[in-house]
C-alpha cells in the first residue's frame, strides 16, 4: 500500500532563511507527486506537482526516486508563506480515476 | 465559476443525531471526494465517487454513508453521530482525462460531536 510520510509537524524559520519541507514516500509503481497549499481560513490548492519542475512562489520540489523523497525547498522564506503544507502521492483507482494520499502535514511558521 | 460549494459551514451535533454534509461543483468533473482533516492526522479519504451512480470506501469509511445524486451533487452522511466524528470536512472533485492532475477543494465545513 502507498504511504507519504512527512517527518515533521511543525516547522518554524525567520523570514529570509532557507527552508525546506520533507517528503518521503513508499510506493510500488510510478509515483506522481504533488505539493498542497492551505493558508489560514483558506481552502487546500495545489502548489505544485513533480512533473512539471517548475517553481511556484519561490518553491521547488525534485522528485528523488532513489531516496523515495519529494521535499519542498525555498531559498528565502517569507512570512506569508506561514500555511500548513501538505505532500500528497497520486496513484491510479480504476478507469481514467485517481486518488490521493496525503501526508499528515507540517505547519509552517515564518516569524519576521 | 463557484468551484466547490459545501454547506454548512460549521455545526455542532448531540452524539447520536444524523446530519448529511452537501457538496456541489460547478466545473463538470466526474470524479469527487470526501476528506477529514484531524490535528496531527492530516487529511484521509472517507468516500469517493468515480463517476455519477458510483461510490466506494476510502481509509476511514466506518459511520458514514455518501450519495453522488448527479454529476454534480455528492454528499456524505453521518447516521448516528459520534464525538470522534468531531473534525473538518473537505470535499474535492477532480476532473478525468489525460493531462489533468489538480483536485479542487471545497471551503470545508466544522462539524463538533458533543
Known sequence: ?112 | NAGVTQTPKFQVLKTGQSMTLQCAQDMNHNSMYWYRQDPGMGLRLIYYSASEGTTDKGEVPNGYNVSRLNKREFSLRLESAAPSQTSVYFCASYPTGQGVYEQYFGPGTRLTVT
Open chain 1, 1 to 112: 500500500a502507498q504511504r507519504v510520510t512527512q517527518p515533521e509537524k511543525l516547522l518554524s524559520v525567520f523570514k529570509g532563511a532557507p527552508v525546506e519541507l520533507k517528503c518521503n514516500y513508499s510506493y510500488s509503481g510510478s509515483p506522481e507527486l504533488f505539493w498542497y497549499v492551505q493558508y489560514s481560513r483558506q481552502r487546500l490548492q495545489l502548489l505544485l506537482r513533480h512533473i512539471s519542475r517548475e517553481s511556484i512562489k519561490g518553491f521547488t520540489a525534485d522528485l528523488n526516486k532513489g531516496e523515495t523523497s519529494f521535499h519542498l525547498k525555498k531559498p528565502f522564506a517569507q512570512e506569508e508563506d506561514s500555511a500548513m503544507y501538505y505532500c500528497a502521492l497520486r496513484t491510479y483507482s480504476g478507469g481514467s480515476n485517481y486518488k490521493l494520499t496525503f501526508g499528515k502535514g507540517t505547519l509552517l511558521t515564518v516569524n519576521p
